[in-house]
């Protein structure tokens, strides 16, 4: 291809600055070199590509626009398929509570919804000791506990197995606040309190002494 080449333009005598002392000129000494970029003689510029008015494409797919709805708002989440909402299960509450750091939140919410409760209330207390396990935050295990406690045992109410499990579940340094929460609410305290004291250390037991004679008497 042919390429054009820069070329460089002369000034006339009559455009020359005087040389002259005594005679100023604002008249240029030389026009400077004009610069071009080197284009092929048969360059056609390309045209722009556009899109016709009436279609709007959402992810590669073109969607016809009706003018008739143009003042209809459209929220994006109205053109993109949410997934089904997944069904209730203990499984699942742990998978969230395994993404999230706020599991007292998340726990509290679940137990304001009536297709959740059903599941809390079904807990038996390994699920019971498997969710305090799943509590990110370990100073938030005894609460987390405490306030699951009231709805769990399917009808039987909170029992010292219950407890049991939490205690085996929970980090070394929450086992006397969970006994200190939890044994209150054991509906078979008196019968049962002889397994937690198996399972707690010498220390714990000083430590729990008191929580156990309140609980018995």
Known sequence: PQVQQATRVDVSPAQRPIN?????????ASIPLA???????????????????DAIVLGGTATSYDPNLASTSTDIADLIPMPPPRVPTK???????????NDFDIISSKLCSNDWRPVITALSPADYGAIIAHVSMEFDQPRVAELLAP???????????????????????????????????????????????????????TVTARTFQVALD
């Open 20 to 28: 002259n002392p005594g005679v100023s000129s604002n008249v240029p």
């Open 35 to 53: 610069s071009a970029v080197p284009v092929p003689a048969n360059t056609v510029e390309a045209p722009i590509a556009t899109a016709p008015p």
């Open 91 to 101: 499984d699942v509450l742990m998978e969230e509570m395994t993404a999230s750091v």
């Open 151 to 205: 709805h769990v045992g399917a009808g039987d109410g909170f029992t010292c197995a219950n407890c049991l499990s939490a205690l085996e579940n929970a980090v070394q340094w929450n086992r006397t606040a969970m006994v200190e929460k939890l044994l209150p609410l054991c509906v078979d305290v008196r019968t049962g309190f002889t397994m937690l004291q198996d399972e707690l250390s010498p220390w714990e037991k």
